[in-house]
């Protein structure tokens, strides 16, 4: 089978080694600004796995319309840097802040999510336009108050690095290390080439996919460089981690109650002179017809209160039984 791979490029000059049969990548280099002209090979696509939404209004920028077939990829591989700005920090001596916005995003679903940045080009540090990370760092910004960090390794997958998972995922997220639990929401990541590749899952497993936002992997090209927001079935063949938001976490239901058990009815009599065993279940409400015998509810009774002769008791000895014993004879 065919494979089919798009670049994302985070900064620099991209060369892909299109190893994967079937497709061909070139990279254009025009006035400084990096982008990827992306052929796809003869494949069976992947259904669109975005069962985890209730619909995707695509209400903004170039977007996926009705019908359009949402192209299966095997990997996206990024070739290039990014710069940790949170718009007022930059590595001396450059100007990483130059061109940079970080849009104000709801992020109160993922859906609301995709939204807003479906067909939409977001560069949040300046460089090479509309590349994979700056989609998710605006995400982050927009959630956590603070930037996606790759804690100097300027790589898309050095976002979950050793060390680095720890410092983005602090008490906002929790970790999804199994490709087969990923959720809607999840902000996954990929090991792919020498930078990785980052987006957000639309959908759920299926079949050694899910289907994932993001830029830079196949969308409308964006001025600048990179392209817009779009979605695509990948491949969780480079899949290394995903960064759960805790806000799209529901909470366990709480268990039912278990039921209390209404008390037993207990009955204490004080014998008198003249009582029975059979008449004083009587006179208590039985009306059954096994009140006599070796099985029947007055040798229960006996032997219950440890009576050795259920014919024989004697007054102010008590008697103690329930009335739920009635209903077994």
């Known amino acids: 089978m065919n494979k089919k791979?798009?670049?994302?490029?985070?900064g620099g000059v991209a060369l892909l080694a299109a190893a994967i049969t079937g497709a061909s990548i070139s990279i254009n280099i025009e006035n400084g600004k990096t982008s990827a002209t992306i052929t796809y090979s003869e494949e069976t696509t992947v259904p669109d796995l975005t069962t985890g939404l209730d619909g995707i209004e695509y209400g903004q920028g170039e977007i996926k319309s009705d019908g359009e077939e949402i192209k299966t990829v095997e990997a996206v591989e990024a070739n290039g840097p990014v710069t940790e700005v949170n718009n007022e920090n930059c590595p001396e001596g450059e100007e990483c802040g130059r061109g940079a916005y970080v849009p104000v995003l709801d992020i109160s679903s993922p859906q609301a999510f995709a939204n807003q940045t479906l067909g939409v080009c977001i560069d949040v540090d300046g460089y090479f336009g509309a590349q994979c990370w700056d989609s998710m760092a605006a995400y982050f910004i927009n959630y956590?108050?603070?930037?996606?960090?790759?804690?100097?390794?300027?790589a898309a997958k050095g976002t979950i690095a050793d060390g680095c998972w720890q410092i983005n995922a602090g008490?906002?997220?929790?970790?999804?290390?199994?490709?087969?639990?990923?959720?809607p929401g999840d902000i996954a990541v990929y090991s792919s080439?020498?930078?990785?590749?980052i987006g957000m899952a639309m959908g759920y497993y299926n079949n050694g996919y899910f289907t994932l936002l993001g830029q830079n992997q196949g969308g409308a090209p964006c001025e600048g460089g990179g392209a817009a927001g779009n979605i695509i079935n990948l491949s969780t063949r480079d899949f290394i981690g995903a960064f759960r938001p805790n806000i799209y976490i529901k909470p366990e239901p709480e268990p039912e109650p278990e039921p209390t058990p209404e008390p037993e009815e207990e009955y204490a009599h004080t014998v008198v002179k003249g009582d029975t065993l059979g008449q004083i279940l009587c006179d208590y409400g039985y009306m059954g017809n096994k009140l006599f015998g070796d099985d029947g509810l007055a040798q229960r009774v006996a032997d219950e209160n440890e009576i050795v002769d259920r014919g024989l008791i004697y007054p102010q000895e008590i008697i103690v039984f329930k009335k739920t014993w009635f209903d077994e004879y």
């Open 5 to 10: 791979i798009v670049g994302c490029i985070v």
């Open 171 to 183: 008490d906002d997220f929790t970790m999804i290390w199994d490709a087969t639990q990923v959720q």
């Open 193 to 197: 080439g020498e930078w990785g590749h």
């Open 144 to 154: 956590t108050g603070h930037t996606l960090y790759t804690c100097g390794t300027g």
